[in-house]
């Protein structure tokens, strides 16, 4: 009974929207003398790196039997174009502290001016 059973794999983004990955049908075949035995087995299956940030979100492996239905808990990914870039404000702080410095200068410069005459 246990021995036909399909795995699927599917992702969840943010919005709740279900995307299907890959499905295989596995059906296993019990070797004499060790029926009635639980077994366990492994699949892997590789994400190949997202193509784009869109493939941010929850990602899940499903496994149906006849009857009987069984999911991960889930593993979240989250993808990110060219990864994490630090803003500079350098160059913004420069030209304020420079326009305010010539400002104050060219204010001074007057009123020297102004007083002298």
């Known amino acids: 009974k246990y021995t036909n059973f399909l795995i699927s794999y599917f992702w969840v983004n943010s919005l709740g929207q279900k995307t299907s990955i890959y499905s295989t049908q596995r059906n296993v075949i019990i ?7 639980t077994a366990m087995l492994s699949y892997d299956h590789v994400i190949m790196s ?11 492996c499903k496994v ?3 009857d009987i239905q069984q999911m991960g808990k889930g593993v979240y990914i989250l993808a990110r174009g ?13 030209i304020t502290l420079s326009a305010l410095l ?3 200068s ?4 007057a ?7």
Do not use: C, D
């Not at 070797?31 to 035995?37: D, I, R, T, V, Y």
């Not at 997202?50 to 899940?60: A, K, M, V």
């Not at 060219?106 to 410069?109: D, E």
């Open 31 to 37: 070797p004499s003398g060790q029926e009635n035995k």
């Open 50 to 60: 997202p193509e784009n940030t869109f493939s941010t979100g929850t990602y899940y």
């Open 64 to 66: 149906k039997w006849n």
């Open 82 to 94: 060219s990864g994490y870039v630090e803003t500079s404000h350098r160059w913004e702080i420069l």
């Open 102 to 104: 010539a400002a104050l």
């Open 106 to 109: 060219i204010t001074t410069t």
């Open 111 to 117: 009123l020297l001016l102004w007083k002298r005459k």
